[in-house]
Structures are given as C-alpha cells and as structure tokens.
Nanobody, 116 residues
Framework: QVQLVESGGGLVQPGGSLRLSCVAS????????MAWFRQGPGKQRELVAD???????NYADSVKGRFTISRDDAKNTVSLQMNSLKPEDTAVYYC??????????WGKGTLVTVSS
C-alpha cells in the first residue's frame, strides 16, 4: 500500500537524545495508525509507540515519559523524539503503517546505538 523510509538513527551517549523520522509514499491517503517498533540484539520485535489518524498515542511502558511520537499528515511523516536514552534502547527501529483494509507496511529500519 505504502512505502516507508526511516532516517535519523545513529550513535548517542546514554542520556542523550535522537529524533527518528519516517516518510511514507504511495497510497498515503489510506493511512490510519502509524507506529514505531524496535528489535534489539537477541530480542523479538516490539512495539515502541503508535499514533492514530486523529492523534491518539500509545507507548510501551519502557519508553513512557521519554519518547514522543507525532505525525504530520501534510508531509506524510511520523516521527519519534527519543530523550534520556538508555543502553537498553539500542535496537533497529522500524516504521510501521496500517492502511484502510488492514494492510500493514514496514520500513527497512534504522539503527540506534546508545553507548558511551
């Protein structure tokens, strides 16, 4: 349905901040909920945060109060502001989008490494 491209990953020190962005293209008029997932070393992919078409947000307990998800439908983007980063946040972060009809699309991921 849509193509997703993430950007903004990199190396940061514990306590630092990073902002991830995801740009959607294709049938963007069909987008509903968008989300960020992550997969750390030796771990399964997990939901980090999601945001509905009307702006309602949901966060994993592990990032609540530190991360903020937002979307700009005019630009077809979803962002994840990450503050107070911890080594446990190290993972490949994936953009996810659900479209009308239940179709789900994924980006290729961007690596976030939190280390001194």
């Amino acid at each position: 349905q849509v193509q997703l491209v993430e950007s903004g990953g990199g190396l940061v020190q514990p306590g630092g901040s990073l902002r991830l962005s995801c740009v959607a293209s294709g049938r963007t008029w069909r987008l509903t909920t968008m989300a960020w997932f992550r997969q750390g070393p030796g771990k399964q992919r997990e939901l980090v945060a999601d945001i509905t078409v009307n702006g309602a947000t949901n966060y994993a307990d592990s990032v609540k109060g530190r991360f903020t998800i937002s979307r700009d439908d005019a630009k077809n983007t979803v962002s994840l502001q990450m503050n107070s980063l911890k080594p446990e946040d190290t993972a490949v972060y994936y953009c996810n989008a659900r479209s009308i009809g239940g179709v789900t699309d994924w980006g290729k991921g961007t690596l976030v490494t939190v280390s001194s």
